[in-house]
Nanobody
Framework: QVQLVESGGGLVQAGGSLRLSCTAS????????MGWYRQAPGKQRELVAS???????NYADSVKGRFTISRDNAKRAVDLQMNTLKPEDTANYYC??????????WGKGTLVTVSS
């Protein structure tokens, strides 16, 4: 059974930091590109950052220089360090695993709220 479990969301003031973590079931983590997506109220879900099993990263322009994605293959974990948070970063953040192109698994999400 595929499982992705997120943690680390919460309320933070603008300029602050949060670290999101996601752990994945062994069946998918080692072969997957892992990513973090977010969805704000009334908006479409968007990619925030991704990291391949080889460690190649990709970031949305809006978070470059502020967010860092990393993975620990031994722990089957992918983290998102978020610094210099802005009110527009407020959203539900979802962990994603993509074992092969077109196949996606999702966590239930964790809420990040940035107050101004």
């Amino acid at each position: 059974q595929v499982q992705l479990v997120e943690s680390g969301g919460g309320l933070v003031q603008a300029g602050g930091s949060l670290r999101l973590s996601c752990t994945a079931s062994e069946t998918i983590f080692s072969s997957s590109t892992m990513g973090w997506y977010r969805q704000a109220p009334g908006k479409q879900r968007e990619l925030v950052a991704s990291i391949t099993r080889g460690g190649v990263t990709n970031y949305a322009d809006s978070v470059k220089g502020r967010f860092t994605i990393s993975r620990d293959n031994a722990k089957r974990a992918v983290d998102l360090q978020m610094n210099t948070l802005k009110p527009e970063d407020t959203a539900n953040y979802y962990c994603n695993a993509q074992p092969v192109l077109g196949m996606n698994f999702w966590g239930k999400g964790t809420l990040v709220t940035v107050s101004s």
